[in-house]
């Protein structure tokens, strides 16, 4: 992503440590650039494709 709220090395230091705790992190630097409008269309695109892949994950797991 190119606007400053995750970088690569956020991406590395998540493939390097996909804990619970570095996703959690990663997710709160990627929902301060959705929040803040601050996402290109394709990042936006990517986030809220996430999101919904997440969740629909959570319900077939409950």
């Known amino acids: 992503m ?3 709220f995750l ?5 590395a230091k998540l493939t390097a440590d996909p ?3 570095s996703r959690a992190e990663t ?4 929902a ?3 929040d803040c409008g601050k996402l ?3 990042e936006h695109g990517l ?3 996430t999101r919904d892949a997440r969740f629909t994950l959570l319900i077939k797991e409950g």
């Open 2 to 4: 190119s606007t400053g």
């Open 40 to 42: 290109s269309d394709k």
């Open 27 to 30: 997710a709160a630097k990627i």
């Open 47 to 49: 986030a809220k494709e």
């Open 19 to 21: 804990s619970p705790d």
């Open 32 to 34: 301060v650039g959705f």
């Open 7 to 11: 970088s690569n090395d956020d991406i």
